[in-house]
């Protein structure tokens, strides 16, 4: 207020200044001679990659996490919403395929994705400007390729979400110029997703100095994945096989080393998404965009909130093994199944003040009791989950929670930020050593090497046999198949193991959706899913219990493979009068 009246009172005695007086620099923001040079082009890669978390682009960052919960999680057969069924109802559209382009998880990712692009944009702009006069033209490039490695990201990250995306480089983004990214989504950005890719990969070193910077391996083998979505298996599998030849990464001894602190940037990971905490920021740097999906106790981790993201029953049931392997059929969309027919049991619709006992006698994949908390069984240091005091509202959510994000109690403190245990420092394995064996075992699939597949397939089972388990007074038993098994019971059931195994091997990771919709087999799994999740289970000793009775009726259509774009986006697009984005299909 006083320096408004201080500015009038100047005006007003006619002060005598020149024009450059009142050409102020904009406060808080950099200038484009601040950023041009190396600390400047630097300091905006690292706010490019600061994205990849998915906090931070004006959204809630549960809408875009890394994690991908809402979208590759509970939109699939691994996981409800969770929590009640008052709390966060755009979830539960999505949850129960009634998805709708107001809802404002589809605007939030998409804010997100175009923001990160927009930042790598930026960066690229900056580093080529003939003002930077300290960077080696080696360095420039480097810069470029981290660049465009995350601009392929974010890129993917739409495209697998809506397929009908515009493509922004550097040479279409213009800051200053709100209508320069109004362009038409009718192009298949693949090629141009595949090119940033390509020029990461050639470009980028080995390795780096500092962690959780993109190499050259980290480019491949996402270039691989973006092959992998368009069934260009012999391409894929020609890049695949060079990662694993020839860079240095290998399986860990222990499945669950992937997934604690302890075990950040290890030899398995081919690229992470860096999450720190205790740093001097306010936690958000600490997987801020899954602070939802923890139990809802304050005696558990995260200590009380908020009872999101909970696994299936499904999910749950499909960790169940006959003579080690997994219970699937010869259908390559796994209709021919068995491993739902009957549930395992659980303490669903059992009060946490009952006595129960859990039966651990059926055979199960050690892999479930560090992907799943159950009544029961050990919950890491935590000494067995307790059941229904740590779940919000297990009549609509189930009596399961997830695991693989949560922290020791050792290490609370050490791993949490000081003002919220739910924002943790365990880093999100986005690309590892696992996914390349199991992509390839899908390409020599699709390619008839049945017998190189169940290899691929087998170098993984045999680490969850011989890694270490969470509870030994479980059942586990989990064997490889043995030789020529693929090869006797022809290629739609080794398509089928391989699917199970990335299934298991990923779980709660978010990315069931999206492999769901890339093989084709979305609508007959997820109907089938929502139709068997809706009925009363039953356990071996003939208890049966309450599931999920409101996916009754829910139907996922052809056109739910890919989410409505945002209305809002598509109002925002009008140049000259006409949206240039259109929607897709069905919506």
């Not at 490695?149 to 493509?167: G, Q």
């Not at 394995?429 to 075992?441: D, E, M, N």
Request: proline share 4%; with cysteine; charged share 20%.
């Amino acid at each position: 207020m006083k320096k408004i009246i201080l500015v009038f009172i100047l005006v007003g005695l006619g002060f005598s200044c020149s024009d450059s007086f009142f050409d102020l620099k904009p406060q808080g923001r950099a200038s484009l001679e601040q950023l041009s040079n190396k600390n400047g082009v630097n300091a905006l890669l690292i706010g490019a990659y600061s994205l990849l978390d998915g906090v931070g682009a004006g959204n809630t960052g549960r809408q875009s996490t890394i994690s991908n919960y809402v979208f590759g999680g509970i939109s699939s057969d691994d996981a409800v919403k969770g929590t009640d069924a008052g709390d966060q109802p755009e979830q539960s559209f999505i949850e129960q395929y009634n998805w709708l382009s107001d809802n404002t998880y589809f605007l939030g990712k998409w804010w997100h994705s175009y923001d990160g692009v927009a930042r790598c944009n930026e960066v690229i702009q900056i580093a080529n400007n003939p003002l930077v006069k300290d960077m080696t033209k080696e360095e420039i490039t480097q810069v470029v390729a981290e660049a465009r490695f995350l601009r392929a990201h974010y890129h993917f990250e739409a495209k697998k979400m809506w397929d009908k995306v515009p493509f922004i480089d550097e040479k279409i983004y213009v800051a200053a110029d709100r209508n320069s990214t109004k362009i038409p989504n009718t192009e298949d950005i693949w090629p141009k997703i595949e090119a940033d890719f390509q020029f990461a990969a050639e470009n980028l070193p080995a390795t780096q100095g500092q962690k959780g910077r993109a190499t050259k391996w980290a480019a491949k083998t996402y270039l691989a994945k973006a092959y992998l979505f368009q069934k260009k298996w012999a391409d894929a599998k020609t890049i695949l096989e060079d990662v694993l030849k020839n860079s240095g990464k290998k399986l860990v001894a222990n499945y669950h080393d992937n997934y604690r602190t302890t075990g950040n940037n290890n030899t398995e990971s081919i690229f992470e998404v860096q999450f720190s905490v205790n740093d001097g920021t306010n936690g958000n740097n600490g997987n801020a965009g899954d602070n939802l999906n923890w139990p809802y106790s304050a005696n558990a981790p995260g200590r009380g909130c908020c009872g999101f993201y909970q696994p299936s029953h499904n999910l749950v049931n499909a960790f169940k093994t006959e003579n080690g392997l997994p219970m699937i059929g010869t259908a390559a969309d796994g209709t021919l199944d068995t491993y739902n027919k009957v549930d395992l049991p659980n303490d669903q619709g059992i009060v946490a003040s009952a006595a129960f006992t859990l039966d651990k006698s059926v055979p199960v994949d050690p892999r479930l009791d560090w992907t799943v908390g159950r009544r029961g069984v050990n919950f890491l240091d935590w000494g067995p989950m307790p059941g229904s005091t740590w779940i919000r509202s297990q009549e609509y959510a189930g009596p399961f929670t997830g695991k693989k994000w949560m922290y020791y109690l050792a290490e609370e403190n050490s791993t949490t930020h000081s003002t919220s245990k739910r924002n943790v420092n365990n880093n999100y394995r986005l690309l590892k050593v696992s996914h390349v064996l199991l992509w390839l075992a899908e390409c020599e699939v699709e390619l008839n090497n049945l017998a190189l597949a169940e290899g691929y397939v087998n170098q993984v089972r045999l680490r969850a046999k011989t890694g270490s388990v969470q509870d030994p007074t479980v059942t586990y038993v989990v064997e490889p198949y043995q030789a020529g098994t693929f090869a006797a019971k022809g290629a739609d059931y080794a398509r089928n193991a391989v699917r199970m195994e990335q299934r298991l091997e990923f779980a709660m990771e978010g990315h069931r959706f999206f492999d769901l919709v890339r093989w084709g087999i979305a609508e007959k799994v997820l109907n089938k899913y929502a139709a068997e999740e809706a009925v009363p289970g039953k356990e071996p000793s003939g208890r049966t219990f309450g599931k999920r009775g409101y996916m009754a009726g829910k139907v996922f259509a052809a056109k739910n493979k890919y989410f409505p774009i945002p209305q809002d986006e598509i109002l925002n697009s009008q140049k000259d009068g006409n949206p240039t984005l259109i929607q897709n299909p069905g919506y």
